[in-house]
């Protein structure tokens, strides 16, 4: 089954989806490949809500999403309160800035809804409905 495209038409616009949200929380996997971030006020196909974002710097898997975005680039996926995870093909800059902390294997990092673990293998990512997502760099995961 395909994944849900995220298309984020009022960022290729420049609207900003966190406008005044100052510096957002987010984690780095220990090899900082694999990066989330938190934002309480996120735009989503599904509107604006809270958002974890997840992205990889070298992922095995980019070029085969990269052919999933109807619009933009692929630089990860997206996750809501309720549902399953989205692509994030944003068609610009998204704006968000964000202070990383390292994730250590082992350990958990919880905002809002969501709960991620990292390990080893790579990190796994949960809304409170238990949808999620599981990232490394040579796979990856959507339920």
Do not use: E
């Given at each position: 089954m395909k994944l849900s495209i995220l298309m984020c038409g009022a960022l290729a616009l420049g609207v900003?989806?966190?406008?005044?949200?100052?510096?957002?929380?987010?984690?780095?996997?220990?090899?900082?490949?694999?990066?989330?971030?938190?934002?309480?006020?996120?735009?989503?196909?599904?509107?604006?809500?809270?958002?974890?974002?997840?992205?990889?710097?070298?992922?095995?898997?980019?070029?085969?999403?990269q052919s999933r975005c109807e619009a933009?680039?692929?630089?990860?996926?997206?996750?809501?309160?309720?549902?399953?995870?989205?692509?994030?093909?944003?068609?610009?800059?998204?704006?968000d800035r964000v202070a990383f902390t390292t994730l250590a294997y082992g350990r958990s990092w919880r905002r809002g809804p969501f709960t991620c673990t990292s390990r080893t293998t790579g990190v796994t990512c949960q809304n409170r409905r238990g949808h999620g997502l599981f990232v490394s760099r040579q796979a990856f995961n959507t339920w």
């Open positions: 900003c989806a966190s406008a005044g949200a100052g510096v957002l929380p987010g984690f780095h996997s220990p090899t900082g490949n694999i990066k989330c971030y938190y934002n309480p006020h996120g735009l989503s196909s599904r509107g604006f809500t809270p958002v974890l974002r997840c992205g990889l710097d070298h992922a095995d898997y980019a070029m085969r999403l933009g680039d692929w630089h990860g996926f997206t996750l809501t309160p309720t549902g399953r995870p989205l692509l994030f093909c944003p068609g610009g800059a998204s704006g």
